[in-house]
């Protein structure tokens, strides 16, 4: 059921983390764990959204 969803995404650039466990297999298809691979970028990426909208400013 999950692999036929994969299959569908599978030609989309953009990975979708949501729910993603950090000890899970990253999404992106590495093999490797999430905490170990993309994990950083994800929350790089959720961080600053959660800065611009405290600040009401997009830096960098
Ligand atoms: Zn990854």
């Known amino acids: 059921m999950l692999n036929k969803l994969r299959k569908l995404f599978a030609g989309r650039p953009r990975v ?4 993603v466990g950090r000890n ?5 298809g590495s093999g490797s764990k999430f905490k170990n691979c993309c994990i ?3 929350e790089k990426r959720t961080r600053a959204e959660r800065d611009a909208r405290l600040f009401g400013s997009r830096k960098g």
Not at 24 to 28: A, G, L, Q, R, S
């Open 16 to 19: 979708d983390y949501a729910g």
């Open 40 to 42: 950083e970028k994800v």
């Open 24 to 28: 899970d297999e990253c999404p992106c």
